[in-house]
Nanobody, 125 residues
Framework: QVQLVESGGGLVQSGGSLRLSCAVS????????MGWFRQAPGKEREFVSA????????SYADSVKGRFTISRDNAKNTVYLQMNSLKPEDTAVYYC??????????????????WGQGTQVTVSS
């Protein structure tokens, strides 16, 4: 199990950029897959992106491909989500999630056992 703390959310104009960070405290040497999800008011939590901790394999939702980049810094135990060309429809609470990696990058929220508290991202038009 891991403990996750997100930061970096805020208010930005359409077309702008933000970088979210997820500080990870780990108590296991198992490989993990780290995901970013988001939830807008009245909507279900949706997958944004994920990365495997050891190999750096990545996955992105179609809605963010080419605009968002996920990365990790093993030395800092931190996962990042660089968000460029932001749109009003990107407005949501963004959550960091973690799960032991069994060879599949999960894109379903229910598959992740560890969650951060969330950080608000608001994109104004």
């Amino acid at each position: 199990q891991v403990q996750l703390v997100e930061s970096g959310g805020g208010l930005v104009q359409s077309g702008g950029s933000l970088r979210l960070s997820c500080a990870v405290s780990r108590r296991t040497f198992s490989d993990y897959v780290m995901g970013w999800f988001r939830q807008a008011p009245g909507k279900e939590r949706e997958f944004v992106s994920a990365i495997t901790w050891s190999g750096g394999s990545t996955s992105y939702a179609d809605s963010v491909k080419g605009r968002f980049t996920i990365s990790r810094d093993n030395a800092k135990n931190t996962v990042y989500l660089q968000m460029n060309s932001l749109k009003p429809e990107d407005t949501a609470v963004y959550y960091c999630a973690g799960q032991i990696y069994y060879g599949v990058i999960y894109t379903v929220a229910a598959r992740y056992k560890s969650w951060g508290q969330g950080t608000q991202v608001t994109v104004s038009s």
